[in-house]
């Protein structure tokens, strides 16, 4: 026996990684930058509240308006320039086609019953279930939709065309608010998910 045979027969095969280098650290970055933004969000929001009510101060970052908006801008180039490597690579490499495509109407429905019953299995954490992908295809999209009426509100003049797509400045801000609150929404039940299912936590930190 040779002394390559010897040594796979008695070191356990490496299991395969799941979440590629790329993935994992582009998904930190953007954990981070994601809170950021939201808390110095919550703040500049409370300067000019959309609705009747304001963000309680000790969940808001920045301290004041002008604080929160350096938050905000200074996460923001994180979170765009994070968030284009990402969407550049998922296509490039294919991962966005093999794990979050294709998504049929009827196996959301079909998961979602099962999820309901609590009987969604989460044994192959390789591929994602419909209902993953329709989270992870839904706050792709949410970040697109508040990266460009943050954009469109930042530079009305220069960007007129991007806030006219919006229909306005003000209308832009209610997009503004309805994809951060989709992006919150999608988080915390992320987040839930990933402490009822501890081996995904550990994939997305060490890749298997
Ligand atoms: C802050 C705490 C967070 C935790 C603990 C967490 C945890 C996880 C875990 C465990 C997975 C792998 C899921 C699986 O394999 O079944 C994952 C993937 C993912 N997470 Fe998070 N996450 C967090 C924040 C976020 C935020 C803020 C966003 C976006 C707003 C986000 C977006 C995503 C996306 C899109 C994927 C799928 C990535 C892909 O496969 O392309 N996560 N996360």
Known sequence: MTAEAAHAMTVPPQPATIHPLWLRVTHWIN?????????????????????????????????????????????????????LVYVVLGIATGRFRRKLLPLHASEVVADTRLALRGKLPHDDLAAYNALQKLFYIGVIVAGVVVVLSGLAM???????????????????????????????????????????????????????
């Not at 300067?47 to 920045?62: D, E, Q, R, V, W």
């Not at 930042?154 to 400045?169: H, I, T």
């Not at 992006?183 to 998910?193: K, L, P, R, S």
């Open 31 to 83: 954990a981070v930058a994601v809170i950021i933004m939201i808390g110095s969000g919550w703040e500049i929001y409370n300067a000019s509240p959309l609705f009747a009510f304001a963000f309680p101060k000790s969940i808001t970052l920045g301290g004041w308006l002008a604080g929160a908006l350096l938050w905000h801008f200074a996460a923001m180039w994180l979170f765009v320039l994070n968030g």
């Open 154 to 208: 930042w530079k009305p003049v220069q960007l007129w065309w991007l806030a006219a797509a919006f229909g306005g400045y003000e209308p832009a801000r209610f997009f503004h608010f309805f994809a951060m609150a989709a992006i919150v929404g999608f988080t915390v039940i992320h987040v839930v998910m990933a402490f009822v299912v501890p081996k995904a936590l550990r994939a997305i930190i060490l890749g298997r």
